[in-house]
């Protein structure tokens, strides 16, 4: 980045991500702990990393305020990365996606679809980025030692060019080689961080949540990274919260030219990435089932896959390790399709709890030419919920 050198965004960059690990650490407010009620059991992290072996890594841009000058600032934006297996396995899982609506970008789908296999992180940024962060992944992998003639990494994004200098590409290979390095199990950074540092979800501040369920023997873990919806859709365990709130829009504080007085943004925004993961024994027909289904979770908050918006949801399953072993036949094991609506329940679940925790973990943001999104209020979010009688004591 240009306005201060790569020496102090580097180190802005390591030290937004640990305070926001350090936060959510420190017991940091989720949506849980301000009496949203959900549905199902989480795991014990209720995050996806309750998926043995999946490791989450952010690598987080923020520099700059004041008026958009392309290619300096201001910069609101990050890189995220999802290991199915872990950053040191390169052991290929089933997998399936699904797009709910397709003004969006997911690399790598089309062999995903095709082979039924995921191959090395599912990684997420901002639209303009996705080159970027698609190329530094096969250079990551060959350094890491894992040995591909080819490699067709699957990289999706959402529009950050509300608050991030979106045509500046500030994005580099050496901030996707950050996320992927960072990568780990445990609790999850959520809100302003990695790809989701500059998203605006429901018209307040979005980013990047987590939640998991548990059902039977097996868990289904969801991330996501929001970046969608309109206000007056916007609902929470049934409550019209963004009929409750419905001031606190996205406004300037300094209008940009062409602009008078200080004019709030009152409009649809678009996407929304989802990854699921699962340890349960899923084939890749039945990953596609189970991604379909992150949509009602997106339904259940008011989205609606709007024509601008890019819904775009993968999912993959833990099990049947060295199921893409090439040298002779695997035996792998199936979940019967009877057995397989606890984990679209949980997934529903786990996807409306993730998108929720996105919005009360993020926290109010400027950026371009002085636009103010700010965060889903804790209090007024309460209050909504007391209002119809659907808040859980604390």
């Given at each position: 980045m ?11 960059t ?21 009496g949203?009620p959900?549905?199902g059991?989480p795991?014990?992290l209720?995050?996806i ?14 520099a ?31 997998g399936g ?13 089309t ?12 990684m ?5 980025s ?16 894992f ?9 999706a ?7 991030n ?25 959520e ?21 998991s ?8 873990g ?19 919260v ?21 004019p709030c943004?009152d409009?649809?925004?678009?996407s ?19 991604a379909?289904r992150?949509?009602?979770?997106v ?19 833990t ?6 072993t ?17 984990l679209f ?14 919005m ?8 371009v030419?002085?636009?103010?999104v700010?965060?889903?209020?804790h209090?007024?979010?309460?209050a909504a919920?007391?209002?119809?009688n659907?808040?859980v004591?604390?």
């Amino acid at each position: 980045m240009r306005l201060g050198g790569w020496t102090i965004v580097l180190l802005a960059t390591l030290c937004a991500q640990v305070a926001a690990a350090q936060g959510q650490a420190r017991g940091r407010p989720r949506a849980r702990d301000l009496g949203v009620p959900f549905d199902g059991t989480p795991g014990p992290l209720n995050a996806i990393t309750d998926v043995a072996g999946v490791e989450v890594g952010h690598a987080t841009i923020i520099a700059g305020q004041g008026r958009l000058v392309v290619g300096q600032g201001p910069v609101r934006t990050g890189v995220t990365a999802v290991f199915p297996r872990g950053k040191t396995n390169g052991d290929p899982v089933f997998g399936g996606w699904f797009t709910l609506n397709g003004n969006g970008e997911m690399t790598g789908t089309t062999w995903l679809e095709e082979s039924g296999f995921l191959a090395g992180p599912v990684m997420i940024t901002n639209t303009h980025s996705v080159g970027v962060v698609r190329d530094a992944v096969i250079e990551w992998l060959l350094k890491k030692g894992f040995a591909f003639d080819w490699s067709l990494p699957v990289v999706a994004e959402t529009w950050d060019g509300a608050l991030n200098d979106i045509n500046g590409f500030h994005v580099t290979k050496q901030h996707a080689f950050q996320a992927l390095d960072s990568g780990r199990g445990g609790p999850v950074a959520e809100g302003n961080v990695g790809g989701g540092t500059g998203m605006v979800c429901n018209q307040f501040k979005g980013g990047i949540g987590t939640a998991s369920r548990r059902t039977g023997d097996y868990t289904v873990g969801v991330l996501v990274q929001c970046n969608y919806g309109r206000r007056s859709r916007f609902s929470v365990a049934g409550v019209p919260v963004g009929q409750e709130i419905p001031d606190l829009l996205p406004c300037y504080e300094t209008p940009p030219p062409g602009r008078r007085g200080r004019p709030c943004v009152d409009g649809e925004n678009g996407s929304i990435i989802i990854v699921i993961a699962s340890d349960a024994p899923l084939l890749p027909h039945q990953l596609k089932r189970i991604a379909k289904r992150a949509a009602l979770g997106v339904g259940r908050l008011g989205g609606t896959g709007g024509n601008p918006s890019g819904d775009i949801f993968v999912a993959f399953s833990t099990a049947n390790p060295g199921a893409a072993t090439p040298d002779s036949p695997r035996a792998v094991s199936m979940l019967p399709n009877e057995r397989i609506d606890p984990l679209f329940e949980a997934t529903i679940q786990a996807t409306e709890e993730a998108i929720v925790n996105a919005m009360v973990a993020a926290e109010t943001m400027t950026g371009v030419d002085g636009l103010r999104v700010t965060a889903l209020p804790h209090d007024r979010l309460r209050a909504a919920l007391r209002k119809y009688n659907r808040l859980v004591p604390r």
